[in-house]
């Protein structure tokens, strides 16, 4: 296949004014919906798919998948400024993004997520294109234990992210992984921790969890301390990351792409885990680590790359083999069905039309992001003029019809406003929050694929040493895992501090 | 294509009007409906329930039928998906909680007789009324084309699973169709499969193309591109006779010597019960319609699903999902999950 004739006559599908101005669309819609608490590129996309199918398939399709990547470079404007995530990927950002915008960073934090979020995402387009089928093809070998696997890691990763006490990080695994058990058991069909409710049976929705937990809770918070009057001082200037600000970044975006890209291609991972796995990876690699939380810029580059590079890469499947490896993958596949393209490995050479024009969409839609994104931070920063008597229920209001919007359920509305109470008490007793929310993303997840190889295997565990980059990826987790209670043990020793 | 400011406004002011605009072309059956019309209904957009996630199988078809009931009637309405607990919430909510005034209806398929029995006695079948059918379609089971049961198609496989067994990985999804044909297969082989679950057909689909499965099942319109691409066969369809999609493949009844391997999946319409009768009417009319244009058979087609004219009224549907209910409940029965 030649990689650079498809691609120009990929330029040439999508370069039509019709089309740009699709992606156009597409990019403020997905702007939009990631600064927007609640309202995720899932709503986003579903309530826009109806209107796909008036439209053509390449411009459709290019518009969704704008929208998607456009809330990624979204979802970090609320979580620096407010430290609320605009939605489920840009958790994280709010560690060190708010701490850099209580300092008066908020602009080098904005700018430098949304340059680290290009970077990422042009690197992402550039080996989708090079690499696509041949990665398509090995993403679709990895079996269940490859996957069981994998999530071990991803779990051996969350205890790196743990800042204080060992204890309460692991009761926060736990319990994340407790609230994930709730719903139907998949392997008997059985329903688990229901208690006879037809809405808990369909589990708990990750958003609510998200929302409640982050938004609610700094609410909570806020309101508590308002009258100490907590408000952030920022800087209006400051846009432009500073020369220290890159040659800090620019490793832990590097990283940050490369692992978002690899997460990113697997079927069921994603935007969410690749920005908490990078998070951990720079908290691991990064000197200082103690000083994470505190306002590192690392802290924001690195997810935001990472979960940029995860949309890129999560198309390989969806375009290569006709695969859909997450949600909203599965919804763009529909709108490709929709609008006439039958995804699988045969669309590369029967609709070359659409799938080079979808990949070079890409690349314009970036920019385009770049763009819009920039220019706008210090408009953004401008919003903490506002006071908080007038953001903060404005943003309640919103996190209300988002998470609504996801299911059009009331129930996930009690449990947003729960889990924002109980947010707020783990938070005032100093449990950190993101260890939950990363294990009740990756337990299911293990679950699934360890109960899987289980069944799939004749010779019982074995199985993870047959298969060899299973054994590799369990050989490294429980490594890691011997080095963070070897180092706790000894920074113990050496400070003297229990 | 020249560039001007209105092209862009136009552009994009046209995305939320594509059904209206659609709908205004007259459609024949137009005339016949509005004699039987009710007075003041509809008189908001009526919602589409879909059970399952925007995307998949189910909602395709509810999106394609909300289509050509708006091109049918004029009248404005949307699909609305109220997914979670694999349908149940979704069933739960038409059989109890949609209004009765028929501004909410559901595009639902016979997996609503499982959720009926898992809903331990909320709700059942019979709380809605069955008022047009959509379309059915088979099962396909099928073989990775690189894989070791490439040749030999079903038989071989089942006398592989015969001669070691507990080695054959099938794609289960619990608690359904797929795991009460994986065990008319272990009945024909005489042995077990390694039942590997999956949250639903796509999934088991991607393990097998990746080997890591032995035998999967899945709709035509998610295998077809697969076929393709020879990158999957198809060794068997379920059902009483071969699929015209694929007239070349037996049935799994032919091979393993019965009449009951039939599941599949058959879509229709339904409301609450209490909806007016007629509305019942004028909705069941208008589906009927629908289904008899040309045009949506043709796109039903293109989903590897066939319209079935024997069922052309609400009567016999009716009859037809208690039919269907009953060979679901005698199979329980007999496979000792249910004791009446």
Redesign the interface.
């Known amino acids: 296949m030649d990689t650079i004739g498809g691609l120009l006559a990929g330029f040439e599908v999508i370069l039509?004014?019709?089309n740009i101005?699709?992606i156009f669309?597409g990019s403020v819609i997905g702007t939009l919906i990631g600064v927007l608490p609640g309202i995720g590129p899932l709503a986003a996309?579903?309530l826009?798919?109806?209107?796909t199918?008036?439209?053509p398939p390449v411009g459709a399709i290019a518009m969704l998948c704008a929208i998607f990547y456009g809330s990624m470079y979204g979802g970090s404007i609320t979580s620096v400024l407010v430290n609320i995530p605009g939605e489920a990927a840009s958790v994280v950002t709010c560690l060190d993004g708010h701490a850099m915008a209580k300092q008066g960073r908020a602009g080098a934090a904005l700018g430098m997520a949304a340059l680290g979020s290009f970077i990422a995402g042009t690197l992402g387009i550039i080996v989708l294109c090079l690499a696509a089928p041949m990665l398509g093809a090995f993403a679709?070998?990895?079996?269940?234990p490859e996957y069981a696997a994998l999530m071990l890691l991803g779990l051996a990763c969350t205890i790196l992210m743990i800042q204080g006490s060992a204890l309460k990080g692991a009761i926060m695994i736990g319990l994340g992984a407790w609230l994930a058990a709730i719903?139907?058991d998949?392997?008997?069909?059985e329903f688990r921790f229901t208690a006879?409710s037809?809405?808990l049976?369909?589990?708990i929705e990750l958003l609510a969890v998200v929302i409640g937990l982050f938004g609610v809770s700094e609410i909570l918070l806020n309101v508590e301390q308002s009258a100490r009057g907590m408000a952030v001082k920022a800087k209006l200037s400051a846009v432009w990351p500073t020369r220290a600000d890159w040659k800090a970044s620019f490793a832990p975006i590097l990283r940050g792409s490369g692992l978002g890209f690899a997460i990113g291609l697997l079927?069921g991972g994603g935007p969410v885990t690749a920005s908490f796995l990078s998070y951990a990876v720079e908290r691991r690699v990064g000197k200082n680590p103690e000083t994470f939380g505190k306002g590192r810029i690392e802290g924001v580059a690195g997810p935001e790359a990472a979960n940029n590079a995860a949309v890129s890469s999560g198309m390989i499947p969806l375009l290569s083999?006709?695969?859909?490896g997450n949600?909203v993958t599965?919804?763009?596949?529909?709108?490709l069905?929709?609008n006439?393209v039958?995804?699988?490995?045969?669309?590369m050479a029967d609709r070359a039309d659409v799938f080079w024009g979808v990949i070079a969409s890409l690349y314009i839609g970036n920019v385009f992001l770049l763009v819009l994104n920039l220019p706008l931070v210090g408009l953004w920063v401008q919003l903490l003029r506002v006071p908080y008597a007038v953001l903060f229920p404005a943003i309640l209001l919103l996190a209300l019809v988002g998470t609504y919007s996801a299911?059009?359920?009331l129930f996930d509305l009690w449990v947003m406003l729960g889990f924002g109470v109980v947010g707020w008490f783990l938070r005032k007793l100093g449990y950190e929050l993101a260890p939950l929310v990363l294990a009740f993303v990756l337990a299911p997840l293990l679950e699934?694929s360890l109960?899987?190889s289980m069944?799939?295997?004749?010779d019982g565990a074995m199985i993870f040493l047959q298969r060899p980059l299973a054994a590799v990826m369990i050989a490294a987790a429980v490594g890691m895992l011997l080095l963070v209670a070897f180092k706790r043990k000894t920074t113990t020793l050496v400070g003297g501090t229990a | 294509?020249t560039?001007t400011r209105r092209?862009?406004i136009a552009?994009?002011a046209?995305?939320?009007f594509?059904?209206a605009?659609?709908a205004q072309e007259t459609h024949p059956a137009r005339a016949a409906l509005n004699a039987i019309k009710p007075a003041g209904y509809p008189r908001e957009p009526i919602e589409m329930v879909v059970v399952y996630?925007?995307?998949?199988g189910m909602?395709?078809t509810g999106?394609?039928v909300?289509?050509f009931f708006e091109r049918v009637t004029g009248e404005r309405s949307?699909?609305?998906?109220?997914?979670?607990?694999?349908g149940?919430?979704g069933h739960?909510w038409l059989a109890t909680q949609a209004p009765h005034d028929g501004h909410a209806i559901g595009i639902i398929a016979n997996l609503v007789i499982s959720d009926a029995a898992r809903?331990?006695g909320?709700w059942q079948v019979s709380d809605l009324d069955h008022i047009a059918h959509l379309n059915a379609e088979p099962l396909n089971l099928m073989v990775n084309a690189d894989g070791p049961f490439k040749t030999g198609g079903l038989r071989g496989l089942l006398e592989a699973a015969r001669a070691r067994p507990?080695?054959i990985?099938v794609a289960n999804v619990?608690?359904g169709y797929y795991e009460y044909l994986i065990e008319q297969l272990e009945q024909a082989s005489g042995s077990r499969f390694?039942?590997?679950?999956?949250?639903g057909g796509?999934?088991g689909i991607?393990?097998l193309?990746?080997?890591?499965?032995d035998l999967a099942f899945g709709f035509f319109?998610e295998v077809?591109?697969?076929m393709?691409?020879n990158?999957l066969l198809p060794v068997a369809v379920t059902g009483r006779q071969s699929t015209p999609f694929l007239p070349e493949t037996p049935t799994v009844n032919s091979i393993i010597g019965r009449n009951d391997a039939n599941w599949g999946v058959s879509r229709w319409i339904a409301v609450p019960k209490a909806v007016p009768a007629d509305r019942k009417a004028w909705l069941a009319a208008a589906f009927r319609a629908a289904v008899a244009d040309p045009a949506l058979v043709e796109e039903f087609r293109?989903?590897g699903a066939l319209p079935d004219p024997a069922l052309d009224t609400p009567e016999k549907l009716n009859a037809a999902v208690a039919q269907m209910a009953e060979a679901e409940r005698a199979y329980l029965v007999a496979s000792g999950r249910a004791t009446r």
């Open positions: 039509t004014w019709q101005q699709f669309i996309l579903s826009l798919l109806p209107a199918v008036a439209l679709i070998r990895m079996g269940p719903g139907m998949i392997v008997t069909g006879g037809v809405d049976s369909a589990g079927p083999l006709g695969i859909p949600a599965a919804l763009l596949m529909g709108a069905i929709i006439g039958q995804p699988g490995p045969t669309m299911n059009r359920n699934q109960r899987q069944v799939m295997s004749p | 294509m560039i092209g862009l552009g994009s046209a995305l939320p594509a059904g605009a659609m996630p925007a995307g998949g909602d395709i999106r394609v909300q289509r949307f699909v609305n998906n109220r997914t979670g607990g694999a149940l919430v739960t809903s331990q909320r507990g080695t990985r619990v608690g390694l039942k590997v679950p999956f949250q796509g999934p991607t393990a193309l990746g080997n890591n499965v319109a077809r591109g697969h393709q691409g990158r293109n989903l």
